[in-house]
């Protein structure tokens, strides 16, 4: 038994190194360019049998957050996502398009077999609302600095900056909002939000006139001019404060801290 055994190793060893053998012989006698045209041939007909077989096919799209989004935008993806199979689907020129929205600052978007393709936004952060000229349209401003909306009206849970001295009077969406003042504006606005002065009091509009002085103008439409510096210091406060809180505001057009002393101007 065991030299039996021994010789049936031994004709194996023998038939797998004439198979190997074989093997090179033929490589060899192949043109490369035959050979990789015969995986290329394999590689496409897997390729084929994918895109054709309906498991594969996009039976899902998630986004998030949802409602950034236009209906042109979803009708895209009804058109380029839903309707293909999950391998045919260009997830850079989706991105790119989206893209395109100026609320959203980033796209992301991948795929989960065997149907799935997944969609993450970037949605731009709003800061302000830009008035060009009286009477004139509201571009919404994100705090990038980018152009993200144009409107009729003002948004009522929005700022609204009086850049009445631009040079520009209209702005491109999608585009910057070009003001050297920028980053102080956002640093003033921020102050707002946690200025004890203000805080019975509902600032509705922020004026920069020619000079790169700063107005904040309240809702029953008493201005208070802060100047090109646009924070109080803690004198100003007490004295501003007691001004809004006097009987004598019903009568008050605006208060001036743009100098040591305040000046009141009644109406």
Known sequence: MTARHGLKKLWLKRFINLS???VRIALR???IAAFFGVIVFFGDGVKTM???DPYFNVSRVTIFPFGVLTPSELKFLQAEVMTKNVFQVELPRVAN???KN???GNAEVDRSFPGEVHIWLQVRELLVQVQLKKQGRFYVIGKDQFVIEEAAVPYAALLTLEDYESKNKSLTLGTLYENKDFQQLALLIESIRKEEVLEAETVTRIALDRLDNWTLILNDGISIKL???PFLNQNKR???KSILRSSERKDL???DARYEDIIIKKK
């Open 227 to 229: 100047g090109k510096e």
């Open 20 to 22: 190997l053998n074989f």
């Open 102 to 104: 100026p609320r959203i």
């Open 50 to 52: 994918l895109y054709a």
């Open 97 to 99: 398009v989206l893209m």
């Open 29 to 31: 006698m192949i043109p």
């Open 253 to 255: 057009l605006y208060i």
């Open 238 to 240: 007490a004295i501003i």
